[in-house]
């Protein structure tokens, strides 16, 4: 069984997805860029954008009862690996041990031209 997992604390789907799916003992979440859910405005840089990133994750996972604790792996892709140490910091200030596993790519282009897009796999027991 799955179940749509929404807020309007985190931007609303650009296209035809959720934001974030429950299935069985997982919850898939979207890619999240660093859009503002109030002013729908994209975050100016690879800081901004990444904190708004984290945030809008957070929102989600928050919703759906949980929080970065039960992340398992996250998948960031970035524009360029000239912002990975930037963006390493940054990502790492929201967690914890046991980190979550994950994989960071670098890609020539993402939606609205953001410089960074990350989703997550949640464990929910």
């Known amino acids: 069984m799955r179940k749509e ?8 789907a650009i296209g035809p997805y959720s934001q974030a799916i429950e299935a069985g003992d997982f919850i898939y ?11 729908g405005e994209v975050a100016d840089g690879i800081e901004a954008q990444t904190k708004q990133v984290m945030n809008n994750l957070q929102a989600i996972l928050s919703e759906a009862g949980t929080d970065f604790s ?10 360029s ?3 990975f140490a930037t963006v ?10 046991p980190y979550p596993a994950r994989a960071t790519v670098e890609v020539s282009k ?16």
């Open 110 to 125: 993402l939606p609205k031209n953001v410089l960074i897009e990350m989703d997550a796999v949640v464990y929910t027991k």
């Open 5 to 12: 997992i929404f807020t309007d604390n985190a931007p609303e």
């Open 29 to 39: 979440v979207s890619g999240q860029i660093g859009i503002n859910p109030e002013t």
């Open 70 to 79: 039960q992340v398992v792996k996250f998948t960031i892709y970035i524009e």
């Open 88 to 97: 390493n910091e940054l990502y790492g200030s929201y967690l914890s041990k």
């Open 81 to 83: 690996m000239d912002n």
